[in-house]
T-cell receptor
Framework: LAKTTQPISMDSYEGQEVNITCSHN???????ITWYQQFPSQGPRFIIQ???TKVTNEVASLFIPADRKSSTLSLPRVSLSDTAVYYC????????????FGRGTSLIVHP | SAVISQKPSRDICQRGTSLTIQCQVD?????MFWYRQQPGQSLTLIAT?????????ESGFVIDKFPISRPNLTFSTLTVSNMSPEDSSIYLC?????????????FGQGTRLTVV
């Protein structure tokens, strides 16, 4: 199983763009990259997934370089409500997919 | 999507007793997972609950301590047996459809367990 490495914590201010990078040097050919967000006292919530290049949805963008050994979650114009822990997961999809969590990045957005 | 109802949301239990946590999903799902999350820590997978067969446990977790049932495609229970203070944690249920090309999993709100 590919191991992920993320910064333990990050600080930002309202209105700024936040980029959280995750390293996954041992990613396998069949693995997808997924990001989850977790607020205190809640279960994690799916944000975005990708396999290569760039993926964008209404919440975030995910940038994946050609070698796929890292990925960057980009949150545009963060607000106080984006304060949460963000997890990067790597794994195959389908019937063998088991969400496996690393340490995550604690993002604190300041006024 | 899937909506998960997890009960109880929290409990305080005496050491040596057992607690059964229920996970109800509003639709049939292929895969169900149980996690433990200790304060300030990440999620640790306990087991994958398989419908119609024994659960698959991760290293460090055993069936005698964490028996799991999954009688159908919408329901599962996790029992924390013979509890000690070290079992104090948040327990989370998660589901996934296990679709090719899809890695979206849904989580319950968790059960906050305190063992005294």
């Amino acid at each position: 199983l590919a191991k992920t490495t993320q910064p333990i914590s990050m600080d930002s201010y309202e209105g700024q763009e936040v980029n959280i990078t995750c390293s996954h040097n041992n990613i396998a050919t069949n693995d997808y990259i997924t990001w989850y967000q977790q607020f205190p006292s809640q279960g994690p919530r799916f944000i975005i997934q990708g396999y290569k290049t760039k993926v964008t949805n209404e919440v975030a963008s995910l940038f994946i370089p050609a070698d796929r050994k890292s990925s960057t979650l980009s949150l545009p114009r963060v607000s106080l409500s984006d304060t949460a822990v963000y997890y990067c997961l790597v794994g195959a999809t389908g019937g063998s997919y088991i969400p496996t969590f690393g340490r995550g990045t604690s993002l604190i957005v300041h006024p | 999507s899937a909506v998960i109802s997890q009960k109880p949301s929290r409990d305080i239990c005496q050491r040596g007793t057992s607690l059964t946590i229920q996970c109800q999903v509003d639709s049939q799902v292929t895969m169900m997972f149980w996690y433990r999350q200790q304060p300030g820590q990440s999620l640790t997978l306990i087991a994958t609950a398989n419908q119609g067969s024994e659960a698959t446990y991760e290293s460090g977790f055993v069936i005698d301590k964490f028996p799991i049932s999954r009688p159908n495609l919408t329901f599962s229970t996790l029992t924390v047996s013979n509890m000690s203070p070290e079992d104090s944690s948040i327990y989370l249920c998660s589901v996934s459809q296990g679709l090719t090309g899809n890695t979206e999993a849904f989580f319950g709100q968790g059960t906050r367990l305190t063992v005294v």
